[in-house]
């Protein structure tokens, strides 16, 4: 169970021919990537990790606990996915029969992680990372959930939601509860859609700090 660190934001590191190379904590900072780290792959997979953060801000997620899916498999409505839920590799369709490494699934899940958290950040400016302590102390729980919902039910999704448009708000506590609503598959509540909302919802309303009662 990782100890999430202080949310403030990472610098960007650089690819090996000079490119700019952005990692998760860049965009929602150091203890919310850790978070994020840590809460995906439990709810994706049901794999428990280990998560620390590399001195370049990338995640280093060390599989503790649990069924690894490295081997590609066909999800619930037959899309080919591999490790905690990705459907790509290298911009492309998931190949069939392919056997992912621990490292690239890390990979995988960080680069997954980015582009939500770009997405979510992009239409949510009342999550963006604020020097304020007091503010940035309020939206780090919001920040953490907005992306944990955009990953399981898409960016478009997320952006034209209640929740978004109440952080917007400023209406923190507001958001926390729409996110919950996100519970149903085919207009009916699923249990474990409705279990996962509520962790989103606690960490939402509670902080990081909240993290280790949910995982």
Request: proline residues 7%.
């Amino acid at each position: 169970m990782p100890t999430p660190q202080p949310n403030k934001p990472a610098r960007q590191i650089r690819g090996g021919r000079g490119g700019a190379v952005v990692t998760l904590a860049s965009i929602v900072g150091l203890g919310a990537a850790q978070a994020l780290g840590a809460f995906i792959p439990k709810e994706e997979s049901g794999r428990g990790v280990s998560v620390t953060v590399n001195p370049d801000t990338s995640l280093n997620v060390r599989h503790v606990k649990g069924r690894q899916y490295l081997t590609v498999y066909l999800d619930m409505v037959g899309v080919p996915t591999a490790c905690d839920g990705s459907t790509t590799i290298e911009g492309k369709p998931m190949p069939r029969g392919r056997t992912c490494t621990e490292a690239e699934c890390t990979r995988l899940l960080e680069l997954e992680l980015v582009k939500h958290a770009q997405g979510v950040m992009a239409c949510s400016p009342g999550l963006a990372l604020s020097p304020a302590p007091l503010t940035e102390k309020r939206r780090e729980g919001p920040r953490f959930a907005a992306v944990s919902l955009a990953y399981n039910v898409g960016i478009r999704a997320y952006c034209g939601s209640t929740a978004r448009r109440r952080f917007d708000a400023g209406d923190y506590a507001g958001g926390c509860e729409a996110i919950t609503w996100w519970n149903k598959a085919g207009g009916r509540p699923v249990r474990g859609l409705t279990i996962r909302r509520n962790r989103e919802a606690t960490v939402c309303r509670e902080g990081l700090g909240a993290l280790g009662s949910v995982l």
